[in-house]
């Protein structure tokens, strides 16, 4: 779980709301998880943009994330990724990077089956504000990444 705006420092994040390139964002990895976030897909869109703050928070759990992940992964359990505004917004941002990661390490015979495995990874958040530009809802949409990813906002909250 991601957590919402607590402290000062969450108030920062939130404020730096200029769009950055969401692929090509410097990650903090170490060569055991270089994939999760890289830039080496073609079919990604060089405008594919989101919130500057909540990449920059997202950049703050990859090692982990990717790391929580692959154990889940081995025990064959499902990761659920979660959390409320702009928690909400990481977890999202975790989630699409995390789907585009398995992606990218398919076999072709996987992504070209038209019967791709369920990757085990959802993400399931609570008033999540904007996060990305339409370049990327339209390429997580394009994957079919979005049939796991669920923001819930009460009605007259959006």
Do not use: M
Request: a positive charge.
């Amino acid at each position: 779980a991601f957590q919402g705006t607590k402290h000062v420092t969450d108030w920062l994040a939130n404020l730096h709301f200029i769009h950055a390139p969401f692929w090509q964002h410097k990650q903090h990895c170490t060569s055991r998880s270089k994939s999760f976030g890289s830039s080496s897909s073609s079919s990604s869109s060089s405008s594919a943009r989101a919130h500057n703050g909540f990449i920059r928070r997202a950049n703050q759990s990859a090692l982990s994330i990717s790391a929580l992940q692959q154990s889940a992964a081995a025990t064959g359990k499902r990761l659920v990724l979660t959390g409320h505004s702009l928690g909400g917004a990481v977890a999202t941002l975790t989630t699409v990077r995390l789907l585009r990661s398995l992606h990218t390490t398919q076999s072709p015979r996987d992504s070209s089956s038209g019967n791709d495995e369920d990757p085990q990874i959802r993400c399931i958040s609570f008033a999540t504000p904007a996060v990305a530009n339409t370049d990327l809802l339209q390429e997580v949409s394009a994957a079919g990444w979005d049939k796991y990813i669920t923001n819930i906002v009460l009605p007259g909250k959006a």
